[in-house]
C-alpha cells in the first residue's frame, strides 16, 4: 500500500547531540513537508519541499536542517542548535493543488509521527 | 494572507450527542477546505474535503458545507461515539501554494 513511513517513532536524545528523523514516500509526490507539534498546539511548519535537491525554510526552521536528495525521501535533522528539540515530529507529503490531475485536491497525506524527547 | 479560525476545546460531549466544531478561513481566490482528524498519538488523517462552494464533504458519518458567502467550513455529526475522541485542524489550499494553512485544532473528548 502506498503511504508515508516515519522512523523512528520514539527517540531520546541527549543534549549536544545531532538526530536524523526518517521519512520516506512511495505516493510519488513532489512536495513534501516537516511539521513540529508541541502538547496542546498546532502544526508549525519546519521546512518543505517542492522537488528534490530543492527545499525551502518554514515559520520555524531555526535548529533543523533536510536533505532532498531523492523524491522519494525527506529526512531531517534536530541540531544542537535547536534549544527546545521535545515534540512531536510530523512529516506530510502531496501534489501540488491544481497539478492537473481530475482527482487532485491537493490534501496531504501524514506520517505517523516521531516523538523526540531530550534528556 | 490566508488564515484559518477554528473554535477552541476542548469540545466536551456525551455520547450521541450532536457536534459542530466551527471553522472560519481568509484566502485570496477559491481555496480547497480540509477537515483533519489526529487520534492521540497518531498523524494526521484526512476526514473530508470540498474543493469549491456549496460542496459538501462526507465522510463517517461526519459533514461539512463550503459556504463562500460566510467563509465557513463547519464540520457537523449527528450522533458522536467514544471513538470520534480526537483534536480536528480545519485547513485550507489556496492557488498552486505548496503550503497549506491550518487552524490550531479543536479536542474533542466524548464521554460514554
Known amino acids: 500500500d502506498g503511504g508515508i513511513t516515519q522512523s523512528p517513532k520514539y527517540l531520546f536524545r541527549k543534549e549536544g547531540q545531532n538526530v536524523t528523523l526518517s521519512c520516506e514516500q512511495n505516493l510519488n509526490h513532489d512536495a513534501m513537508y516537516w511539521y513540529r507539534q508541541d502538547p496542546g498546539q498546532g502544526l508549525r511548519l519546519i521546512y518543505y519541499?517542492?522537488?528534490?535537491?530543492?527545499?525551502q525554510k518554514g515559520d520555524i526552521a531555526e535548529g533543523y536542517s533536510v536533505s532532498r536528495e531523492k523524491k522519494e525521501s525527506f529526512p531531517l535533522t534536530v541540531t544542537s542548535a535547536q534549544k527546545n528539540p521535545t515534540a512531536f515530529y510530523l512529516c506530510?507529503?502531496?501534489?501540488?493543488?491544481?497539478?492537473?490531475?481530475?482527482?487532485?485536491?491537493?490534501?496531504?497525506?501524514f506520517g505517523e509521527g516521531s516523538r523526540l524527547t531530550v534528556l | 494572507g490566508n488564515s484559518v479560525t477554528q473554535m477552541e476545546g476542548p469540545v466536551t460531549l456525551s455520547e450521541e450527542a450532536f457536534l459542530t466544531i466551527n471553522c472560519t478561513y481568509t484566502?485570496?481566490?477559491?481555496?480547497?477546505l480540509f477537515w483533519y482528524v489526529q487520534y492521540p498519538g497518531e498523524g494526521l488523517q484526512l476526514l473530508l474535503k470540498a474543493t469549491k462552494a456549496d460542496d459538501k464533504g462526507s465522510n463517517k458519518g461526519f459533514e461539512a458545507t463550503y459556504r463562500k458567502e460566510t467563509t465557513s467550513f463547519h464540520l457537523e455529526k449527528g450522533s458522536v461515539q467514544v471513538s470520534d475522541s480526537a483534536v480536528y485542524f480545519c485547513?485550507?489550499?489556496?492557488?498552486?501554494?505548496?503550503?497549506?494553512?491550518f487552524g490550531r485544532g479543536t479536542s474533542l473528548i466524548v464521554h460514554p
Open positions: 519541499s517542492q522537488i528534490v535537491n530543492d527545499f
Open positions: 484566502a485570496t481566490g477559491y481555496p480547497s
Open positions: 506530510a507529503s502531496s501534489t501540488p493543488r491544481g497539478s492537473g490531475r481530475a482527482l487532485n485536491t491537493g490534501e496531504l497525506f
Open positions: 485547513a485550507l489550499r489556496s492557488g498552486g501554494s505548496y503550503i497549506p494553512t
